[in-house]
């Protein structure tokens, strides 16, 4: 089993911390990007230090429709749907991580919410009349720092632990 499968494997939990480089990261972006079906999102903290920024950047990379209105309930709402993309994969990396929501760092708590409980809901299969989307998608989010100590202790401010990335 190599590193991407066990990132994807159904049972692995959908956000991780990372510690590796930023080279090792760029390695690994770069095989998932071959995956049939897969989106990559490489984010960088250093520009994401607020939730506007970060909300930019989200729409932007996963096309969030033109209704996407910039707050944490839009973005729960448009990650939780997703049905405009056809990728049965999806992997959003955050290099830098404990740099990110800098600026606003109450935010962190709530983003980790929201893109754990997306990724649980989008990997359930959809049925019935109204859901447009039938295929569940692995969205598994990777948060990357060389200095794990960091990222470990904004994610304990937070109330947050994640597991750790064995790539």
Known sequence: ?????????????????????????????????QLPGTRVLDLD???LPDAASLFRALAGSLAF????????????ECLNDLEWLTETGILLAVRRA???LEKEPEGLDTLLGILDAAARKLEEPQM???CLRRMPVQFRVL???EDKESLAKRLEACGHSLPEFRG
């Open 1 to 33: 089993m190599n590193s991407l499968d066990a990132l994807f494997d159904r049972d692995a939990a959908p956000v991780q911390c990372w510690g590796g480089s930023v080279a090792e990261l760029e390695g690994l972006l770069a095989r998932a990007a």
């Open 45 to 47: 903290s250093e520009k």
């Open 65 to 76: 429709p033109a209704y996407f209105g910039a707050n944490w309930d839009a973005l729960d």
């Open 98 to 100: 404990s740099r990110l």
């Open 128 to 130: 019935g009349a109204v």
């Open 143 to 145: 948060l990357q720092e």
